[in-house]
């Protein structure tokens, strides 16, 4: 990408409004709380950091909604422009905002309010307001005659304290209105402790008062500045992040309490979606565009889902990472449709998130790490999680959701168990299928077919047998009869020529064989006047790209069995299955064909079902050869070097120890492939067959 643009463009929306001051559980082995401002913020830097090692040119913007509009801030800011002020101003200038804006009051003759700003005002709004005041010296002028002289101080001191020791009587002085001056411009931003009648006289005072109005027109014209999302370079993103995560603790808090200062409001989520569409629309150079909303999605400002329809008509990649504190709720799944027990805020983030196969997805890497995935093929960009580790490991696989890296990362993470051609020679084969002409040899043709796809998962020292090799010795010792051959009585026999296995299946593990990249033998058998209608179907040219539908095929479910065929299952989605045919590229969707489902292939003999047959066909490391095993072994290491030099946060994945249960990070264990040891207990264990945490352990070098 050398002297070009980038066509990426990555936003991150936080929900910053009330109900985020709730704790977030971490489910890391340190047990620290999080709340959810804070782990969502780790979660956007997550992000932005990896997109800056995929496409360094990449922009992002990162929006904040849901600050306190009663008190009169705007609904959303950019939260990296704000921080890029607060930034460059401390740069300038690292002492506190009580001493810059008491600087300011000491030049202008304005010492006896020392007290009042130090006791009384945030050192937040000090900070603002004296940034404000710097930038435009004339409403300093402003601000003076906003505060009492000190003559005038005094004496409401005395009689504040003359109120005060009243109080037992019933006496409340009506000079005290006076006070709420200077009590305006402070008091009414941060509270006091335990207050005497005299202090809850003057308070009530601060609401109608000047100075109370003049600091909240100042922070929030300060913060009108910044409610329009403005996409910047990644890398810009990672490193404001990066400073507001490190000061977001001990003495350097100041810049994230700055921030959350003034949010906890309500939630406008409509309008955070409606500055991230025009955010989008005004770089309409950018293809390649995602948008991650965090939030418990319990908008206020109006149903949001006729702006996520835009951003979806924009093509921009929506997902919605629900947070909880509910650990009760499923942790570390994927849905492919809302659950009636859902709350609004549930399947709002769910209704607006896209929906994507879960083939073209990164949805590979979260299977192998635990989470479950529905078997329809198609999934939303939605998780319910209540954890930070779960916010992070969903997040930081998300770059990938825009096309151009989407195939990149699943060939790089998520067929590590061996699967390195898979994917690429598979889409070859579909393409290009061999015609096997008119004999009746497609139980051949498909059975060779899976094999290969199989046999492509095993690293070997010789040649690995072509499809026209396999298919030619299943001739030899099983030559075609009038109709062909019994599919089991081949794979019995033959499956053993390559140490393979074959396991039947129904739809839903047929499914769950294809989303793990494993090939699936299908049968089938139609009647006479089903396979007319199946054939016309699929030649025609108005209908041969078509799905074909059991509305098309229900008027020839019945009568006498007319012959079977044998076809490889290679995609789903919720809504169709496709096969790879043996009939030659001019036919159907260049040699493939797409059903609504099993029962499209399906017959009724003499009310009797001919059901459609899956077999899934795959290897155990067991019986592999001492070879192939060691081969096995070296590639996976060799590309876990490569992997994690590029993908460094896989090794920040975590992964639980069979044994005593605890969580360490996946970097900490040691062993290989075949055996991993627990960095807390030493327990020594056999990582489950086709687990990314298996490949990640023989991590090429990084442990034992």
Same mark, same amino acid.
């Given at each position: 990408m050398a002297n070009q643009e980038s066509s990426t463009l990555v936003g991150c929306l936080l929900d910053v409004s009330g109900s985020m001051r709730n704790v977030l559980e971490t489910g890391r082995s340190d047990e620290r709380a999080v709340d959810r401002f804070h782990a969502v913020l780790g979660a956007a830097l997550n992000i932005a950091r990896k997109e800056q090692q995929s496409d360094s040119k990449a922009k992002m913007f990162v929006g904040a909604f849901g600050l306190d509009r009663q008190a009169g801030y705007p609904p959303t800011v950019d939260l990296c422009r704000i921080a890029e002020v607060l930034l460059g101003d401390v740069d300038r200038d690292d002492r506190s905002g009580h001493d810059r804006l008491i600087d300011i009051a000491n030049e202008n003759n304005l010492a006896h309010i020392t007290e009042y700003i130090r006791n009384k005002l945030t050192d937040s709004v000090a900070r603002i307001i004296s940034i404000c005041l710097r930038r435009c010296p004339g409403r300093i002028s402003e601000f003076i005659d906003a505060i009492p002289s000190a003559d005038?101080?005094?004496?409401?001191?005395?009689?504040?304290?003359?109120?005060?020791?009243?109080?037992?009587?019933? +006496? *409340?002085?009506? /000079?005290?209105?006076?006070? &709420?001056?200077? $009590?305006?411009?402070?008091?009414?931003?941060?509270?006091?402790? %335990?207050?005497?009648?005299?202090?809850?006289?003057?308070?009530?005072?601060?609401?109608?008062?000047e100075g109370l109005q003049l600091a909240r027109r100042i922070c929030r014209e300060w913060f009108q500045d910044f409610v329009d999302f403005v996409p910047r370079p990644v890398s810009d993103v990672v490193r404001l992040l990066q400073e507001?995560?490190?000061?977001?603790?001990?003495?350097?808090?100041?810049?994230?309490?700055?921030?959350?200062?003034?949010?906890?409001?309500?939630?406008?989520?409509?309008?955070?979606?409606?500055?991230?569409?025009?955010?989008?629309?005004?770089?309409?150079?950018?293809?390649?565009?995602?948008?991650? +909303? *965090?939030?418990? /999605?319990?908008?206020?400002? &109006?149903?949001? $889902?006729?702006?996520?329809?835009?951003?979806?008509?924009?093509? %921009?990649?929506?997902?919605?990472?629900?947070?909880?504190?509910?650990?009760?709720?499923?942790?570390?799944?994927?849905?492919?449709?809302?659950?009636?027990?859902?709350?609004?805020?549930?399947?709002?983030?769910?209704?607006?998130?896209?929906?994507?196969?879960?083939?073209?997805?990164?949805?590979?890497?979260?299977?192998?790490?635990?989470?479950?995935?529905?078997?329809?093929?198609?999934?939303?960009?939605?998780?319910?999680?209540?954890?930070?580790?779960?916010?992070?490991?969903?997040?930081?696989?998300?770059?990938?959701?825009?096309?151009?890296?989407?195939?990149?990362?699943?060939d790089?993470?998520?067929?590590?168990?061996?699967?390195?051609?898979?994917?690429?020679?598979?889409?070859?084969?579909?393409?290009?299928?061999?015609?096997?002409?008119?004999?009746?040899?497609?139980?051949?043709?498909?059975i060779a077919a899976v094999m290969h796809m199989a046999l492509l998962r095993i690293e070997r020292q010789e040649p690995c047998p072509t499809i026209e090799e396999i298919r030619d010795k299943i001739l030899r010792e099983f030559p075609p009869g009038d109709q062909g051959r019994v599919c089991e009585e081949v794979?019995?026999?033959?499956?053993?020529?390559?140490?393979?296995?074959?396991?039947?299946?129904?739809?839903?593990?047929?499914?769950?064989?294809?989303?793990?990249?494993?090939?699936?033998?299908?049968?089938?058998?139609?009647?006479?006047?089903?396979?007319?209608?199946?054939?016309?179907?699929?030649?025609?040219?108005?209908?041969?790209?078509?799905?074909?539908?059991?509305?098309?095929?229900?008027?020839?479910?019945?009568?006498?069995?007319?012959?079977?065929?044998?076809?490889?299952?290679?995609?789903?989605?919720?809504?169709?299955?496709?096969?790879l045919n043996s009939w030659g590229s001019d036919w159907g969707t260049n040699g493939s064909f797409r059903v609504q489902g099993p029962a499209v292939l399906e017959m009724d003999e003499r009310h009797r079902l001919a059901p459609v047959q899956f077999y899934e066909v795959f290897w155990y490391e067991k019986d592999l050869t001492p070879s192939e095993r060691a081969a096995y072994a070296a590639k996976v290491e060799e590309k876990l070097r490569t992997y994690t030099t590029k993908y460094p946060s896989l090794l920040e994945l975590e992964a639980t120890c069979p044994l005593c249960q605890r969580i360490s990070l996946i970097s900490d264990f040691t062993g290989n492939a075949r055996e991993a040891r627990c960095p807390r207990c030493s327990y020594s264990f056999v990582p489950k067959p086709g687990d990314l945490v298996q490949a990640l352990y023989a991590r090429a070098g990084l442990g034992s």
């Open positions: 005038e101080t005094r004496e409401l001191r005395n009689r504040k304290n003359q109120a005060t020791s009243a109080t037992g009587s019933g +006496l *409340m002085t009506t /000079g005290f209105m006076a006070a &709420g001056l200077v $009590g305006a411009l402070f008091g009414g931003v941060l509270g006091v402790g %335990v207050k005497t009648g005299a202090d809850i006289y003057e308070d009530r005072a601060v609401d109608s008062s507001v995560q490190r000061r977001s603790t001990g003495p350097h808090r100041w810049l994230s309490g700055t921030i959350e200062e003034f949010m906890y409001g309500d939630t406008p989520m409509r309008d955070a979606l409606r500055r991230s569409l025009s955010a989008f629309r005004a770089h309409p150079d950018c293809d390649q565009r995602v948008l991650v +909303l *965090m939030s418990d /999605g319990h908008w206020t400002d &109006g149903d949001p $889902g006729k702006i996520a329809s835009e951003l979806h008509s924009e093509n %921009v990649a929506v997902a919605g990472v629900y947070l909880t504190s509910d650990r009760d709720v499923a942790q570390r799944r994927l849905y492919d449709q809302p659950a009636s027990s859902w709350d609004k805020g549930r399947s709002t983030l769910f209704n607006i998130a896209s929906k994507v196969s879960a083939s073209k997805h990164p949805i590979p890497v979260l299977m192998s790490v635990g989470w479950q995935v529905p078997s329809s093929g198609e999934i939303a960009l939605y998780v319910c999680v209540c954890t930070e580790t779960a916010v992070e490991e969903f997040c930081s696989l998300l770059v990938s959701a825009h096309s151009g890296s989407t195939e990149a990362l699943l790089i993470i998520g067929r590590l168990q061996l699967d390195e051609y898979i994917s690429d020679r598979h889409v070859v084969t579909c393409n290009n299928p061999s015609d096997q002409g008119n004999s009746a040899t497609c139980y051949a043709h498909a794979l019995n026999q033959a499956v053993q020529w390559y140490r393979l296995r074959y396991r039947a299946v129904d739809e839903i593990g047929a499914r769950r064989a294809v989303l793990h990249r494993h090939p699936v033998l299908t049968t089938f058998r139609l009647s006479k006047k089903g396979w007319a209608k199946f054939c016309q179907h699929f030649r025609q040219p108005q209908t041969r790209r078509a799905m074909l539908t059991e509305a098309d095929m229900r008027p020839h479910r019945h009568g006498p069995d007319d012959g079977g065929h044998a076809v490889v299952l290679y995609a789903c989605d919720p809504h169709s299955l496709s096969f």
